[in-house]
């Protein structure tokens, strides 16, 4: 049983920043991807970013430059750095965690961008 907690959202003004973190438990195989994705209101989820066991990245357009993922793979976490973020931003975020084919999701934490 896998199971993924996240925490770090909130509400922040335009500019502002927030550090996501996502925490994996349970039968984790060394090998896998680790990622953000979201889903605001009236819209379909997608990908923020995501990272591999080894390392390489890979960013949604909307986050690049803006966004930074990293993983601590002694501890099976995931984090994800937003500067400047944007009311466009707001949406909740889920921590996704992919082992050969099959995917995990945390339950999600809602982000707020808004003065």
């Known amino acids: 049983q896998v199971q993924l907690v996240e925490s770090g959202g909130g509400l922040v003004q335009p500019g502002g920043s927030l550090r996501l973190s996502c925490a994996a438990s349970?039968?984790?195989?060394?090998?896998?991807?680790m990622g953000w994705y979201r889903r605001a209101p009236g819209k379909q989820r997608e990908l923020v970013a995501a990272?591999?066991?080894?390392?390489?990245?890979n960013y949604a357009d909307s986050g690049k430059g803006r966004f930074t993922i990293s993983r601590d793979n002694a501890k099976n976490t995931v984090y994800l750095q937003m500067n400047s973020l944007k009311p466009e931003d707001t949406a909740v975020y889920y921590c996704?965690?992919?082992?050969?084919?099959?995917?995990?999701w945390g339950q999600g934490t809602p982000v707020t961008v808004s003065s």
């Open positions: 996704n965690l992919l082992i050969v084919a099959t995917n995990y």
């Open positions: 349970g039968s984790i195989f060394s090998i896998n991807t």
């Open positions: 990272i591999t066991s080894g390392g390489s990245t």
